[in-house]
C-alpha cells in the first residue's frame, strides 16, 4: 500500500510505500485522476513502478 506525495498528472504519481517510507514513481492509466494528497492508493498490474 503506497501513500500518494504528489500527482503530477492523471497518468503519473509519486508515493511514499508504507513499509519501508521508499519514494517511487506511479505510472499507469488514469492512477491520478482524483487523488489527493496522502490518500492510499495500490499498483494494479498494468501499472509501472520505479523507485526514486
Avoid: W
Avoid at 6 to 21: G, L, R
Amino acid at each position: 500500500m503506497c501513500r500518494v506525495k504528489k500527482v503530477q498528472n492523471h497518468n503519473t504519481v509519486i508515493t511514499i510505500h508504507s513499509e519501508d517510507n521508499q519514494e517511487y514513481l506511479m505510472m499507469g492509466k488514469e492512477i491520478g485522476f482524483g487523488k489527493k494528497i496522502t490518500e492510499r492508493v495500490e499498483a494494479e498490474p498494468d501499472t509501472s513502478v520505479y523507485s526514486l
